[in-house]
């Protein structure tokens, strides 16, 4: 597996909206507009590839000076549960930490609020509801 930041427009980039559609819109009778993926364009996109197809993939968007969002985080169906998501997680910490941020945060969908626990990442705050599903804003110090 090779994991990597994309350009916005690229054939990879494709990809990872594709999958994202399928992992996290679709099921939801969502989709994107736009708008909404020509603000990815002054994100980070990050994608894990296998064989170049994408089978993993989340996006990095500055919050504050020192604050950066991870969204969008989406691992392929028939590659959950094998250590995937955590070495994109990794690689986001990290790309984060070089870019000189101190704070990873996210709005994570109550059903991987265990995985983001286990990633070393605390629940601030109470249950919201955003694009229809229950999250809970989480935080870790990279520092």
Not at 20 to 25: A, C, D, F, K, T
Not at 121 to 134: A, K
């Amino acid at each position: 597996m090779e994991i990597n930041i994309l350009e916005h427009g690229s054939p990879a980039w494709q990809q990872m909206v594709d999958l994202r559609m399928e992992i996290l819109r679709l099921p939801l009778g969502l989709t994107f507009t736009a708008k909404q993926l020509e603000n990815e364009k002054n994100d980070i996109l990050i994608g894990a590839f296998e064989n170049d197809r994408i089978i993993g993939c989340c996006i990095l968007t500055p919050h504050d000076s020192g604050t950066i969002q991870l969204r969008q985080m989406a691992v392929k169906q028939d590659t959950q549960h094998k250590g995937i998501g955590r070495q994109i997680i990794a690689f986001a910490e990290k790309t984060a930490l070089e870019k000189g941020y101190q704070v990873l945060m996210m709005h994570a969908r109550d059903t991987a609020l265990e995985f983001y626990r286990k990633c070393g990442y605390e629940t601030e705050g109470g249950q919201f509801i955003e694009v229809t599903v229950p999250h809970h804003c989480m935080k870790k110090k990279l520092v």
